[in-house]
């Protein structure tokens, strides 16, 4: 069964064909980074604007990589919740209407779940229910329960920021540039992650939650002498990487400890981690470590399929598909 997914929850646009929930046939993303750099983020009218001028060649594209035409697709699967409603938007009427001229089933997607889904489609082993799945992402920190991509039971999340949230942000303080992610891990590989002795993410100890909001403010009031010692951090390259390092490293830390929490309240034996952020190195070689010196199961998608993509949207329809059946043309586009 080929299904073509569609993708515009934020500000990638893409469009991907899948064979049999895993066999990736093409996988074609758009990035609107350059267009979102200057503002420091993204601009939800803008991300709409541009998914309208960019999705229709994308799909386009995804076929002709795929050897395929309109007429060779079994199915069209949509990302329709969550995300930022005006580029839902687009996606979900993009795939209504294909689905209704070409008569081919309508699947819509929840991005949480793809992004899960996503970190074992290309493994050969399944993990074994329950495990924990840890989503972290420009917009999600969560925590989840679950038996199969279809049931999941959220048992811990940031009570404030996302992960990838405060990461631009710190970013943005140490000037940069965004999106801050890759550019602080990159810069905290050079820097001591001891130097400045900022306070867990973590809520407690042994808990679920996360708060990022102090730690992102404890980052602003050091380089801008708000801190203590009443003294401005001077943004040379050996304080920057110092920052990121201190920084980075609190944070993956306590998304290991918070997972591991949650892996003993459950009792489970395998731990998938999806979303953006699951592209951070130092969160990849802190879970391989941890999960190894456990015995546990690890999934991590590939780099590619950490970041948004319609890879893990039409993966992860596949299943829907054969286990709920199709959607109607009422799918609609959920925010949240």
Known sequence: MRILGIETSCDETAAAVVEDGHTVLSDVVVSQIDIHKRFGGTV????????????????????????????????????????LIGALLVGVAAAKTLALALDLPLIGIHHIAAHI?????????????????????????????MDDPFTAVEIGSTIDDAVGEAFDKVATVLKLGYPGGPIVDTM?????PKRFPFKSPLLKKDGLDFTLSGIKTAVLYLVNGMNVRKEALPLTEANVKDVCASFQHQVVEALVRGTMNAVATCGASAVVVGGGCAANSQLRERFTQECERRGLGLHLPSRRLSTDNAVMVAGLAFHKFHRQGADDLALDAVAS
């Open 44 to 83: 939800p009218e803008i991300a709409s604007r541009s998914h309208l001028e960019t999705l229709l060649p994308v799909i386009e594209e995804a076929l002709e990589r795929a050897s395929l035409r309109f007429a060779d697709v079994d199915a069209i699967a949509v990302t329709h919740q969550p995300g």
């Open 188 to 192: 905290a590989k050079g820097g001591d």
């Open 117 to 145: 889904y996503a970190s074992w489609m290309q493994s050969p082993t399944r993990p074994e229910a329950p495990f924990v799945s840890l989503v972290v992402s420009g917009g999600h920190t969560t925590l989840f329960r």
